[in-house]
Nanobody, 120 residues
Framework: QVQLVESGGGLVQPGGSLRLSCAASGRTFGRYTMGWFRQAPGKEREFVARITWSGGSTTYADSVKGRFTISRDNAKNMVYLQMNSLQAEDTAVYYC?????????????WGQGTQVTVSS
């Protein structure tokens, strides 16, 4: 079992930056692949980024490539999402999620989300 708690959301102007954090409980945090998802009003939840247990492999949605960076600190049980050059289209609730490899089509654990609003 792992519990995930996101933080760091807020209101930011277009072109600005935010850093989201996800704190995970559980001794086996290092075994999990971690991901970030987001859901905008009236839209389905979508994948944003993923990082493997070692941090050696990352994957990004095309819409955030070059602007967002996912990272993790296994010693602190933390995952981060650095978001730069934010646009109005990035406005959404952002969720942290985890699964134990191999991927079986779904993430097993989810946080409650943190709101990110990009607006002038």
């Amino acid at each position: 079992q792992v519990q995930l708690v996101e933080s760091g959301g807020g209101l930011v102007q277009p072109g600005g930056s935010l850093r989201l954090s996800c704190a995970a409980s559980g001794r086996t945090f290092g075994r999990y692949t971690m991901g970030w998802f987001r859901q905008a009003p009236g839209k389905e939840r979508e994948f944003v980024a993923r990082i493997t247990w070692s941090g050696g492999s990352t994957t990004y949605a095309d819409s955030v490539k070059g602007r967002f960076t996912i990272s993790r600190d296994n010693a602190k049980n933390m995952v981060y999402l650095q978001m730069n050059s934010l646009q109005a289209e990035d406005t959404a609730v952002y969720y942290c999620a985890a699964y134990t490899p191999p991927y079986n089509g779904r993430y097993d654990y989810w946080g409650q989300g943190t709101q990110v609003t990009v607006s002038s």
